[in-house]
T-cell receptor
Framework: GAGVSQTPSNKVTEKGKYVELRCDPI?????LYWYRQSLGQGPEFLIY????????DSGLPNDRFFAVRPEGSVSTLKIQRTERGDSAVYLC????????????????FGSGTRLTVV | EDQVTQSPEALRLQEGESSSLNCSYT??????LFWYRQDPGKGPEFLFT???AGEEKEKERLKATLTKKESFLHITAPKPEDSATYLC??????????FGTGTRLQVFP
């Protein structure tokens, strides 16, 4: 597609439930990133994939969070036993380059999934 | 610890009233400084990347500059459609971006 696609755009779930958030990067982009943005804050890094492997998962807050990218394109962020503090907008970004951004286009972000845990 | 601080938190301008947004950073080994624009309910939209002190980039009414400790986003004769949150981010010796909390700009006709 023309841009980074994230689904669903909104997700409301009950505390304790499991959720999956999907990211379709721009075709051919090898690098994929997940960020989390709370209200009034800047995006906060969660995890970075280069191809199929997680090159840096240092931003995942705890072991309830997990992400996969099995075929090197679509990625899924999985959150187990959701808590109210997990409520935020989850952003996905992609880049054609590994280890850095395209100097003319930077990292391309999707519109995000707004997760609300009630 | 790598850190990004943006000021002011919010800025209200009259249409045509030029101003500047500030991004101060402390980072070990800057690989790039990024400016993004974010509209409500949308993801960040790329504006500029700056790589070295003294570098400047322009796009329409926006001009970004970089020194060794800070970056400025200058807005010349802003229009209401320039209203958005402007985010600054740095990339250090890793592949992730470290974002500031943004400056919320409102331009009134």
């Amino acid at each position: 597609g023309a841009g980074v696609s994230q689904t669903p755009s909104n997700k409301v779930t009950e505390k304790g439930k499991y959720v999956e958030l999907r990211c379709d990067p721009i075709s051919g982009h090898t690098a994929l990133y997940w960020y989390r943005q709370s209200l009034g804050q800047g995006p906060e890094f969660l995890i970075y994939f280069q191809g199929t492997g997680a090159a840096d998962d240092s931003g995942l807050p705890n072991d309830r969070f997990f992400a996969v990218r099995p075929e090197g394109s679509v990625s899924t962020l999985k959150i187990q036993r959701t808590e109210r503090g997990d409520s935020a907008v989850y952003l996905c970004a992609s880049s054609p380059l590994g280890g850095g951004a395209d100097p003319n286009y930077g990292y391309t972000f999707g519109s995000g999934t707004r997760l609300t845990v009630v | 610890e790598d850190q990004v601080t943006q000021s002011p938190e919010a800025l209200r301008l009259q249409e045509g009233e030029s101003s500047s947004l500030n991004c101060s950073y402390t980072v070990s080994g800057l690989r790039g400084l990024f400016w993004y624009r974010q509209d409500p309910g949308k993801g960040p939209e790329f504006l500029f990347t700056l790589y070295s002190a003294g570098e400047e980039k322009e796009k329409e009414r926006l001009k970004a500059t970089l020194t060794k400790k800070e970056s400025f986003l200058h807005i010349t004769a802003p229009k209401p459609e320039d209203s958005a949150t402007y985010l600054c981010a740095v990339q250090a010796n890793t592949d992730k971006l470290i974002f500031g909390t943004g400056t919320r700009l409102q331009v009134f006709p």
